[in-house]
C-alpha cells in the first residue's frame, strides 16, 4: 500500500535529517560504496516527489500538517504546488548525484562520514524551506541552511581561509535571517496569517497598507543576503573554501536558490507595485552585470563559476522584479537550466583538480585526450549555458526577450541588459568548456587521467537533462514550468514551449546576436581580463574589505564596552544589580498605576484599620524581636563574620514566621537556605584575603543605605498592591484538584516544584551546579597555582 500524498510531504521535509543522524555509521559499514548508499534516500524522495506532478499539473496543491502550538493557532504546515515541487525535485534529484560523487572525490577522507551528514541535514533543511507553508518553518529552515553551510563551507576547519569563508557566509546570512523574522512577524499581526498559501488573498491590503514599504524592505533584506545580490554578493566566492560536491548542491539547487524562491512565493503578496519593480529590476540588473564581469576577471575555475552564479541569481531576480508571465515562465525556465549546468560545471572542475592537481585556467589545456567523458559532460552542460537552440538556456532566453518587446525605455534597458548579461555568461561558459580541454597540452602538477564513474555520472546525467529537457519541452511545460507560473501569478497559465525554433520571431535574434557576443567575449577574454584587474588594483578597495573592517570594529567596540561593563570591581556590579532591580520594581508601581490600587478609596474602606498592627502571642512577639535583633546587628556591625552570623538571625527568623502561619515546608527550606548560606560564607571568608572590619567611607555607606531603602520600600509597596486585588484561586484550586490524580502527590508544593514546575527546578539545579563547579574549579586553580 503506497503512501498518501500528505504523508508523502512530510517523509519529503523530515526524511533527510534521519538519514543524517545515519550517515557517519552507514559510511562506517559502507565504506567505498556509502555515497551510493546513501544516495538513496534522496533519490527515493524524488521518486516520491514524481508522484505529485500529475496532481499539480492538474492546478491541485496538496497540504499536511501537525499541530505545533495549537493554542497559538500554529502548526508545522507543508505544503506542495508548482513552485515547490519544481524546487523540490531539483533540490533531491541533484542532490543524489552530487552524493555520489562526493563518495568517490573524499573518498578515504578520515570526516567523510560527518561529511555526508551535514550533506543530508542541508538537503534536508532546503527540503524543508521550499515545501513549508507555516512561515516560523519556513523561517526555521531558513536558518537552518545557514548553519548546515557554515558546518560544510568550514569542513576543512584546519585551513584560515576555510573558517573565515563560512564565519563570513553565516554572519551575511543570518543578517537577512533576523530581517526574515521581523517581517514574518509583522505580517502575520496584519493579516493574522501564518501560512503562505493564506497570504495571497491579503496581497490588496498589503501593498495599500502603511508598513508595506518596512514589510518589502525586510523581505528584500532577507533575499539579498540569502542569494548574495549587490552589495552582499562578497560571501559567495568566499564560500568556494567549501569542498567541490559542497558548491555544486550550494550553488545550482539550495541556499542561494532559497531567496529565489522566497521572492516568486511572495510575488501575489508584494508583488505589482512600482517599489517591488524598480527595486528587483535594478538590484538584479546590477548583479548580473557585477557578477560577470567578476567571472572574467577569475582565472580559477571555481571562483569563474562562483562569480557566474551571482550573475545569474541576479538574472533571476530581475526577471521575477518584472512580473509578466513570459518573465516568470524566463526566471522558471532559467532556475532549471542553471540548476543543472552549474552543478554539472562544478562537478566537472571538481573532476579536473582531483586528477591534474589544478583549477588555474592559466595553466589548463589539452586535457580533452586524457578526460574526453569530462569534456563531453562540460561540452553538454556549456550548451546549455551558452543558451544554444535545443536547450533548456535557449527556451529560458527566448522567453527573457519575449517579455521585453515593448518600445518604452525601462523595457529597452533592461533588454540591453540582459543581452549584455547572458553574452558575459555565454563567453564564461566557452571558457570552461574550452580552455580546459582543448588546445597544447599543458603540464600539470599531476599526471591528468579519467575521473570514476561515480564523479562522471553527475556531469554526463545533468548535462544530458539540459538538452533532453528541451527536446521534451512540451512535457517540461506542461508539467513543470505552466504550473509553477500558475502558482507564482495565481493564474491558470499554458505552457507554449516547444522545440522547434522560431526564425521569423524577433527572441531568436536577439538569441542569435547574444551567441555572436559571447563568442566576441570569448576571444577577447585575455584582454578583458587584463583591463578589469586593472580596474580593481586602482579602486583598492573591495566589499570584502568592507566586511572585515566591519568585523574588526565590531570586535573592537565589544571590547570596549566590555572593559567599560566589566570592569572586575564586584561592588559597583552589586550596585547596578540592585539599582536595576529597585527600577524594575518601581516603575511599574508608579508609571503604570499600581500605586492607585493603595489610595484610600469608599471600596477600601478605612487603611488605617487595615494597617494596624494585629494582635500577637508572646511566641510571635519574640519571633519579631529576633528579626529586630538581626537587622539591627547586620547594619552596626563592622566585624565581617558577625555581620554573616547576623544575616543568618534574620533569615531564622523568616523561617519561623513561615511556619507560625502554618507553612512547615517553606520553612525547613528557609531554614537549610540560612544554614548552608551561613556555613559557606563563613568558609569562603576564611579563604579570601580581606580585613576582619568593614571600613568604607560615609559616600559609600550612603549610596548603599538609599539603595536598600528604595529596594526594600519597593519590594513592600508591590505586595500591598498585590494583596489589595481580588484573589483569583482557579490556580490553586486546579492544583488541588489535580495533585494526586495527575501527579501522584499528596503534598502540593513539591507536586509544583518536581512536575508542574519540573523544566524550572531542573533550570534552578542545572544553574546551581554549574555554580558549584565554577567555584570548585576556581579554587582549585589557586591550590594548584605555584
Known sequence: MGLSLDASIMLAALAPFGAAALAPLVQRVAGPFAGWVLALVPAGLFVVLLGFVEPVASRHFVQAAIDWVPAYGLSLAFFVDGLSLTFALAISGIGTLVLIYAGAYLRGHRHQGRFFGFMLAFMGAMLGLVLADNMLALFTFWELTSVT???????????????????????????????????????????????????????????????????????????????????????????????????????????????????????????????????????????????????????????????????????????????????????????????????????????????????????????????????????????????????????????????????????????????????????????????????????????????????????????????????????????????????????AAESHLTAGVDLSGLPFWLSAATIVLALAIFLQTEALRRVLRRTATATGWTFDHGFDAAMFGLIRAAGALTRLLHHGRLELYLVLVFAAFALAVLVPVFGLGGIDALLPNAELGNWSARLSWPHLQLYQWAVVELAVLGLGAVLFVRNRLVAILSLGVQGTAVALTFLLLGAPDLAFTQFMVEILSVVILALVMTRLNLDERDHRQWEDLARDGTLAIVGGAGVSLLLLVVLAGDFDPRLGDFFTATSVPLAHGANIVNVILVDYRGLDTLGEISVVMGAGIAILALLHRRRVRP
Open 149 to 491: 553551510s557554515f558546518l560544510l563551507i568550514g569542513f576543512d576547519h584546519a585551513r584560515q581561509a576555510a573558517r573565515r569563508g563560512a564565519i563570513q557566509a553565516l554572519v551575511v546570512t543570518n543578517i537577512g535571517g533576523m530581517a526574515l523574522l521581523f517581517a514574518v512577524i509583522v505580517c502575520q499581526q496584519l493579516t493574522g496569517e501564518w501560512n503562505l498559501s493564506g497570504l495571497r488573498e491579503f496581497g490588496q491590503s498589503m501593498r495599500e497598507n502603511p508598513a508595506y514599504p518596512v514589510v518589502l524592505i525586510a523581505f528584500l533584506l532577507a533575499v539579498f543576503t540569502k542569494s548574495a545580490q549587490f552589495p552582499f554578493h562578497f560571501w559567495l566566492p568566499n564560500a568556494m573554501e567549501a569542498p567541490t560536491p559542497v558548491s555544486a548542491f550550494l550553488h545550482s539547487a539550495t541556499m542561494v536558490q532559497g531567496g529565489v524562491y522566497l521572492l516568486l512565493r511572495l510575488t501575489p503578496f508584494l508583488g505589482g507595485t512600482q517599489a517591488w519593480t524598480v527595486s528587483l529590476v535594478a538590484f538584479g540588473g546590477f548583479t548580473l552585470l557585477w557578477g560577470a564581469l567578476g567571472a572574467i576577471r577569475q582565472t580559477d575555475l571555481k571562483q569563474v563559476l562562483a562569480h557566474s552564479t551571482i550573475a545569474s541569481l541576479g538574472l533571476l531576480v530581475l526577471l521575477i522584479g518584472m512580473g509578466s508571465e513570459a518573465s516568470i515562465t524566463a526566471a522558471m525556465l532559467y532556475f532549471v537550466a542553471h540548476a543543472v549546468y552549474k552543478a554539472a560545471l562544478f562537478m566537472v572542475v571538481g573532476a579536473i583538480d582531483h586528477a591534474s592537481g589544478s583549477r588555474d585556467l592559466t595553466g589548463l589545456g589539452g586535457l580533452a585526450d586524457a578526460m574526453p567523458v569530462s569534456f563531453i559532460a562540460a561540452a553538454l552542460a556549456a550548451l546549455s549555458m551558452l543558451g544554444l537552440p535545443l536547450t533548456i538556456g535557449f527556451l529560458a532566453k527566448e522567453d527573457m526577450y519575449l517579455g521585453l518587446l515593448q518600445p518604452q525605455w525601462p523595457q529597452v534597458l533592461t533588454l540591453i541588459v540582459l543581452v549584455i548579461g547572458n553574452a558575459l555568461l555565454g563567453g564564461l561558459a566557452l571558457v570552461i568548456a574550452v580552455r580546459p580541454f582543448l588546445g597544447t597540452q599543458v603540464p600539470t602538477p599531476k599526471a591528468p587521467r579519467e575521473a570514476p564513474v561515480a564523479m562522471l555520472a553527475g556531469p554526463l546525467v545533468l548535462g544530458a537533462i539540459g538538452v533532453v529537457g528541451a527536446l521534451n519541452a512540451g512535457w517540461l511545460g506542461h508539467s513543470l514550468v505552466a504550473p509553477a507560473v500558475s502558482s507564482v501569478l495565481g493564474i
